[in-house]
């Protein structure tokens, strides 16, 4: 049951309360913009099943600066939430075809 600012009788069923919810967002947020803003990253996708979220990051071409920074903002991530049911892929296009690769919800392309 999904819990609202405005109705408390249900804050009380829920797990999270906003202020929790807003919290995780924050790191999530974070990841996400910090992704976007390496150069090389054309696609970000997202699959969410089975209680798991892959996250899925496509760079033109290998660049080991790129996925060092990569590396250093999921590493942020993990250090803000914890542990969670949580993978990053990061995959550079001149070294596998993109057909091969899962269908996801893409949440940003360049």
């Not at 967002?25 to 090389?40: D, H, Y």
């Not at 790129?66 to 991530?77: I, K, N, P, Q, T």
């Not at 803000?80 to 057909?99: K, N, Q, R, S, Y």
Request: proline share 6%; aromatic share 6%; charged share 20%.
């Amino acid at each position: 049951m999904a819990a609202t600012l405005h109705d408390s009788t249900t804050m009380a069923e829920s797990s999270l309360s906003p202020a929790s919810d807003v919290a995780g967002l924050v790191p999530w947020s974070r990841l996400i913009a910090g992704l976007s803003a390496i150069s090389s990253v054309t696609r970000l996708g997202v699959v969410a099943f089975g209680g798991t979220v892959d996250l899925w990051v496509l760079i033109a071409d290998e660049d080991d600066d790129a996925e060092a920074e990569v590396s250093r903002l999921e590493r942020d991530y993990r250090v803000a939430i914890g542990p969670a049911p949580f993978e990053l892929h990061v995959v550079p296009l001149t070294a596998v075809d993109e057909t091969s690769l899962p269908p996801f919800e893409t949440i940003f392309s360049r």
